[in-house]
DNA sequence: AACATTTTGCAACATAGTTGCAATAGTGTA
DNA sequence: TACACTATTGCAACTATGTTGCAAAATGTT
């Protein structure tokens, strides 16, 4: 895990440093979106609050990360796939919110329907956001 | 308008009040969705803030507007359409956000698509935010 | 190891949203 | 219309969230 995220930092031209380590590895370990507050939580005391906005920003610009909407207007942050570089999103997958266990998911496989705009409307970017019961949940009531 | 403005508020068994007329008027008055802040700028001084959250809170609650996810996290509102009740939104229409003029539209006419879930996962609802430029925009440069 | 460049922590600030409570306004009834 | 009851509002104080400037510390390069 230490070597997938150093080889992941250089590949991004990013200098290794412990923050963005910790931070990565909050990615890695969990494998739903997550808050900034969880981060927080996740990296205890062992750095500012201001190093958490500042690295997740960092992330999102090189393309590591990516933000979600969702309809509460919370922020969330997950990994990218490969295909991501900086400066340059693919991530036209749907976002599921579990209604039952309060996570985030990236459904990978599903990809954003085209939708049929009416005249004048120019579309460039599509989010779509699910809510509902995960797999998890529906399998454990 | 003052009449249609009371009756809305009549139907929906809430009591007439000055806060809440202006701030129904400053939707109808604009055709696209409003921030807290886009409100508290037409209302000027009259109103506090506290109180401006407090209607527009109850105003989803008996169905009267409804909130749209932003992928850029402001919480907006616009009004719903006979369809909605207290307790009860029926708004699944796809939701525009000009990034030109940095307007966000209700498309009415434009039903947010099914999309095959993963198995395991139960969707409940759908939210489709599509990000481009407006009609008003393509039509003016 | 020494240097130039990034990154971090701190403090201070800005904005957004919430809560409790007393004063006020609205509604229904006599 | 006047009264009493209830709902709404304003204020103050508070929490949460996010931003900025700057000096200190860490990183990468020679
Ligand atoms: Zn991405
Ligand atoms: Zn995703
Ligand atoms: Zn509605
Ligand atoms: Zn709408």
Do not use: W
């Not at 979106?33 to 996740?42: P, Q």
């Not at 990978?108 to 509902?132: L, N, R």
């Amino acid at each position: 895990m230490e070597q997938k995220i150093i080889d992941l930092l250089k590949r991004s031209s990013l200098s290794i440093t412990d923050s963005r380590k910790k931070i990565l590895e909050s990615f890695f370990q969990e494998n739903s979106a997550l808050a900034h507050a969880d981060i927080e939580d996740y990296v205890g005391e062992d750095f500012d609050r201001v190093t958490i906005y500042r690295t997740l920003q960092t992330f999102v610009d090189k393309g590591i990360i990516h933000t979600i909407p969702t309809p509460d207007n919370a922020v969330l942050y997950a990994l990218c796939k490969d295909s991501c570089s900086a400066g340059h999103h693919h991530d036209n997958h749907v976002h599921f919110i579990c209604d039952n266990c309060n996570k985030t998911f990236c459904l990978e496989h599903v990809v954003v329907p085209t939708v049929h705009m009416p005249v004048g409307f120019a579309a460039s970017q599509i989010d779509m956001v699910v809510s509902g019961i995960c797999n998890y949940c529906n399998a454990t009531t």
